[in-house]
């Protein structure tokens, strides 16, 4: 997210359709693998963790990575 909006701010004034439909794009398949990885790594959790371990660790991950975005929208210029 953060180097997508370095990538809207150097081509501000010049940023076309298609630069926009591949920045939402890319966003989409950064998500997909961040998502997937989760899964991934969720049966290991469950193999070595009790559930509720499990369930209070994505907790805190979903925690941490809504500050995240949170930090990193703030610094998001607004799409012309």
Not at 45 to 73: C, D, H, I, S
Request: charged share 30%.
């Amino acid at each position: 997210l953060i180097t997508m909006n370095q990538i809207y701010e150097r081509e501000y004034g010049q940023f076309t359709d298609e630069r926009a439909r591949w920045l939402v794009d890319e966003y989409l398949s950064i998500e997909t693998a961040r998502l997937k990885l989760r899964q991934d790594f969720l049966p290991r959790f469950r193999g070595v963790l009790p559930e509720k371990k499990v369930t209070a660790y994505y907790q805190l991950e979903n925690k941490l990575y809504a500050l995240f975005m949170y930090e990193a929208a703030m610094k998001v210029v607004p799409i012309e």
